[in-house]
């Protein structure tokens, strides 16, 4: 899982008639942090610097940092460099719920980022149902996604859904699910209106069970990506879980996929 971070700079001008000069191409530079771990997986992070903004070059890699997993049952390891910003550990595996902290260490600073991974959510089934009102100007049917998972009753979950459709991420997007809207007896059952399918569609859909702390980001990513375009004035970068001086995240999760093909 990826995460395009951008800077949007907004200018304000107070007098038509002032002219204000400004470089636009000394920007600070950012660390960028794209943290993993996964159920059964081991961890991995990959740090670079921002770019100005209007500068094509490659990512100024960071090779110089110190980067240690643990987890809150005592266990411990330091990532090993693998070249392109990317540092990679072999011992830690992800385990249903533990609490994970990735510290970063560049010079005389430190970062430090948790996270908590959940159990996966077994998928009960995806089926699909007509859609009753077509589009404007579409002459074939459309069909909507409907899916039901297990859900444990008794803690608070977060969920992100990714769906690759005839093997192609669907408009590069996510849905985001907290269980107390969705939940009844155990089980969710949910359908979103905003994704339509054709008959002989192939869907793979990726269920992710994360922690609240991660949902948090994704919203403010949905948030950034509105801004965009253009429905709100007051565009920002999402507050990333290693503090204000970090681009990014440091991210938990499990998941389930399951394959179907609307007939």
């Known amino acids: 899982m990826r995460f395009l971070l951008i800077f949007i700079i907004a200018i304000l001008l107070t007098s038509c008639e002032n002219v204000i000069n400004i470089d636009l191409n000394k920007a600070e530079k950012i660390i960028v942090a794209e943290g ?20 094509g070059n490659k990512p100024e890699y ?20 693998k070249g392109n910003g990317m540092y ?8 249903p719920d533990k609490k ?12 430090t980022a948790e996270s908590t991974l959940f159990p996966p959510a077994p998928i009960i089934s995806v089926n699909f149902e007509e859609q009753l009102f077509q589009q ?13 998972f297990m859900d444990n009753p008794f803690i608070e979950n977060h969920y992100m859904i990714q769906i690759q459709l ?10 985001l699910l907290k269980d107390s809207y969705y939940i009844v007896n ?37 948030d950034l990506k509105v801004s965009g375009m253009g429905a709100s ?30 007939k």
């Open 233 to 262: 004035s007051t565009p920002y970068n999402p507050l990333s879980n290693f503090g204000t001086h970090v681009m990014g995240y440091f991210a938990a999760y499990s998941s389930t996929f399951q394959a179907a093909v609307v």
């Open 186 to 222: 155990g089980t969710i059952e949910y359908k979103p209106l905003r994704h339509r399918f054709a008959q002989g569609d192939s869907l793979i859909i990726g269920l992710y069970s994360i922690d609240k702390e991660t949902y948090k980001y994704y919203n403010q990513l949905n």
């Open 88 to 95: 990679l550990g072999n011992l830690l595996k992800g385990k």
């Open 62 to 81: 960071i090779d110089n940092a110190i980067v240690t997993l643990s987890d809150n049952n005592g266990g411990s390891e330091q990532f090993k460099y």
């Open 136 to 148: 404007p100007g579409d002459l074939t049917k459309s069909y909507s996604v409907i899916l039901k």
């Open 100 to 111: 994970y902290s990735l510290k970063i260490t560049i010079g005389n600073k430190t970062y």
């Open 166 to 175: 005839n093997d192609t991420l669907e408009n590069n997007s996510y849905i």
């Open 36 to 55: 993993l771990i996964e159920l059964g997986s081991n961890g991995w992070i990959r740090l670079s610097y921002s770019s100005d903004y209007f500068d």
